[in-house]
């Protein structure tokens, strides 16, 4: 099996406060290490990054948060898609390009786990790869305090929420596994 590795939206603008409080601060270091790995072995690596159409949004173009964060930035012939929706999959090449390489697997790391992450971990399953989420290589953001529709239900951390993502995906649409254990399938 050729396995590629997909890090999504590990950009700059993550940073912003706008986004709350977060949990995982080791997620880009961990990605970090996959990155590594994958390119110590000549294995196909992607990087996606989102180009948001909201102008209020940090990664909108004009709001200077759109470039990788040079902890995964990208090497001169490494495969990069911008992207405007959740999925990876969606108004890129990506799929195309994976099957093109050969590739039946993926290992997925990024931000943010409830949005991004997840919703191209469930395409990538749907569309057929073998998929694994590097669940230490992914964080959350806590909701917003003023999340009208929940009718005033308390605030949810950032950990709490993560884990209930990675914990529906597990399973049924990916293998979550931490970093080190994917690190360890891999060779």
Known sequence: MSRALILIDIQEGMDSPLWGARNNPDAEHNAARLLS???????????VYHLSTRATSPLHPDN???????????????????????????GTALESDLRN????GVVIAG????????????MA???GFDTWLAHDACAAFETHADN?????AP???ADDIHRAEVSMLHGEFCRADSTDAILEALT
């Open 37 to 47: 790995q994958f390119r110590d072995a000549g294995a196909p690596l992607f990087h």
């Open 64 to 90: 200077g948060g759109t470039k990788i964060k040079a902890i995964v930035a990208p090497r001169d012939g490494e495969p990069v898609y911008s992207k405007q929706t959740n999925s990876a999959f969606i």
């Open 101 to 104: 390489a050969g590739v039946t």
């Open 111 to 122: 931000l943010s786990t409830p949005q991004c992450i997840s919703t191209s971990v469930r």
């Open 125 to 127: 399953a749907n569309l």
């Open 155 to 157: 605030k949810m951390t």
């Open 148 to 152: 009208s529709w929940s009718d005033g």
